[in-house]
Each structure stands twice: as C-alpha cells, then as structure tokens.
C-alpha cells in the first residue's frame, strides 16, 4: 500500500481526493490548518468522516508550523505528498494580502523542503488557473506564458510553482503542478459563487452577478478534478536527457522532472447559463444584483485538457446539469432544506 501525505484535506479538493484515494487502496495522512476563512464546523465534519476510514489518520497544525510539519511528515515517511493546502479565494487576497504569502509561500516552501529531504518519488502540487492573468489567448494551454497575475492569491501560486520548479531542478524532485479551473460539487466551499447562488435562491436572497454576466468560465466537477490527479499520480515526470526534445504540447521542462497539467471541463461556459441551470435544477427563478467587475477577476477562463488526456487517457465526463444536481442534493441535506 502506498502511502500519500496530503495537506488540506479538510477543504473542499482535499476530502473529495482523500475519499477517492482511499477507496483505491492508499494510506493516507492529512494536514490540515483549520482556518477560519470559511465555517470550521464544515471542515470538522468533512474530517469526521474520512477520520472513520482505517487507512486515514490526521494533523490539525498550520503549513507554517515548522517543527510539527516535519515531524509529522517524519514520522509517517510518505513515498507520495500532494500539497492542495492554500489561502484561497481571489477576493479575499485584497484583504489580507500577508495570509496569502505566509500560507501559499512560505507554507509551500516548508513542504518543498520535506519533499527533498526525504526523496518523495513524486510530489503533486495544487496551482490555479488564475495565475493566467488575463491572457488573451484562450483556451489557455500549459506552454502559455503565465507571468501576469491580476491578484496576490495568482502572485503566490505562481511563487509556488517557481520553487517547485527551482526544486525539482536542483535535487531531481519528480513534480507535477496541477492548474484547477473552477471547481464545483458537494461538500463544497461556501465562499465559491455557486454555493452562494443555490443558498440565496434558496432563501429568496438576490445574487450578484458580477460584470452584468458577461463572463466565461471552465466549470469542473469535483469528481471528475480528483479522478484526473489519481490518475497523474502515476505520471511521473522524467528529467529529459540533454538535447533531448520535449514533445509539442507537453509542458515538461527541459531542465528539470518538472511538468504542469490543466484540469478543467475543457469548456467555457456563460454565467448567466449557468445561473439558469442552477435556477432548473431548483425549480426556482433567482433575482439578479448586477454589478461591475470584480478587482483581479478575468472576463473568461477556459482550458486546454489535451495534455491531460494525452498523459492519462481520461476526459471529464460529468454534465453541467448533473454536477450542479448532485450538489443541490447535498446542500438540501446537509442545511436540511
């Protein structure tokens, strides 16, 4: 049985690919800080429920905990880490700008240094499709320039995937960086646009539609997220050999064991039909505040997956409708509405 450290497995991604991964027979230790950025008792509870698995065990200490992040990687001695913890949220990065850089810097830096010392076969690293910017060419590929972050939380990703570049490079650290578009499911985070949608729709709330809907987005299904970073778990990336060429497409670096990977639905989707699936599914108009654009937003994201699948063989399979059905079905549950 392999063993996997996983930080964030509290959030959202992290419980949903614990879950996934010990279904496939990994062994599994969490880290999880439990902020209060969103309602802790959600996380607890997402926790709770991977806690009653035998092959899952779990931290609660910050990324930024030194001395407990290395003993508690120590001690467990994974073959495997993969880093999803962060400080998320694009607008919240123009609050607390510092949160961003001591989790998603100085955190990442404390895991990269973990990794190489103890020689993980392969470290897998969660990354956004926000460090983008406003590239101009969609839909956005790996090889795409990525040097124009519109916000701090972009800033930090991008810092991260650096060191874990300059890592790689320098003690032969197998990596992959996964750049995530717009996730959605259950279990999901209620700071994300679509969790605040269903609720005051629900509650006969308006909600804001930023940039008077016209905007694009690539929107993933969680199940269909954790299912491609299973699978790239076994796509170790090779150092290739000097003069030797990397393939058209394939974001491998030439200088390191080094590769980024887009998962998305490969597909842009209209927010306003997006609403309007939400709206179906619940059987309920909502009633739109149409606001300007958001500071550090994009007009559109959308991903090119054909690296993805051309080093898995699997596409995303779940439909717009039925991702949003199911989280309906959890949020009713859960909220017990």
Do not use: C
């Not at 959605?184 to 994300?192: F, H, T």
């Not at 200088?255 to 306003?272: E, Q, Y």
């Not at 108009?285 to 958001?294: E, R, S, T």
């Amino acid at each position: 049985m392999r063993k996997v450290f996983i930080t964030g497995t509290a959030g959202f991604i992290g419980f949903h690919l614990s879950q996934r991964l010990l279904d496939a027979g990994f062994v599994i230790h969490g880290y999880d800080g439990m902020t209060a950025y969103y309602d802790v008792a959600l996380k607890r509870r997402r926790h709770s429920i991977l806690l009653q698995h035998p092959n899952f065990s779990a931290t609660e200490a910050m990324l930024q905990d030194l001395a407990t992040l290395d003993a508690v990687i120590d001690d467990f001695a994974p073959s495997i880490i993969i880093h999803l913890a962060a400080q998320a949220g694009v607008r919240y990065s123009l609050e607390d700008p510092r949160s961003y850089v001591d989790t998603n810097v100085v955190g990442t830096f404390n895991v990269l240094e973990a990794a190489r010392r103890l020689g993980i076969s392969h470290l897998l690293f969660a990354s956004t499709s926000s460090v983008y910017g406003a590239n101009a060419s969609i839909p956005f590929r790996e090889t795409d320039k990525a040097d124009g972050p519109l916000t701090v939380y972009a800033a930090t990703k991008k810092a991260g995937e650096a060191l874990a570049h300059s890592y790689a490079h320098l003690w032969n650290l197998p990596t992959t960086v996964f750049r995530f578009f717009t996730v959605y499911g259950k279990w999901g985070r209620p700071d994300l646009a679509y969790f605040k949608f269903v609720r005051n729709i629900l509650e006969d709330k308006p909600i804001d539609v930023y940039n008077h809907g016209e905007m694009w987005r690539d929107f993933t299904s969680v199940d269909d997220l954790v299912e491609a970073v299973r699978l790239l778990i076994d796509v170790v990336p090779v150092r290739p050999e000097a003069g030797e060429a990397v393939e058209p497409g394939d974001s491998l670096s030439p200088d390191a064991p080094f590769r980024v990977v887009n998962i998305g639905n490969s597909d842009k989707t209209h927010l306003m039909d997006f609403i309007a699936t939400i709206e179906d599914v619940l059987g309920k108009k909502a009633h739109y505040n149409f606001m300007p654009m958001q500071p550090g937003d994009a007009p559109a994201t959308w991903a090119d997956t054909a690296l993805l699948t051309r080093l898995t063989g699997f596409q995303p399979k779940t439909s717009l409708r039925d991702g949003i059905a199911k989280f309906v079905s959890w949020y009713r549950d859960y909220y017990d509405v």
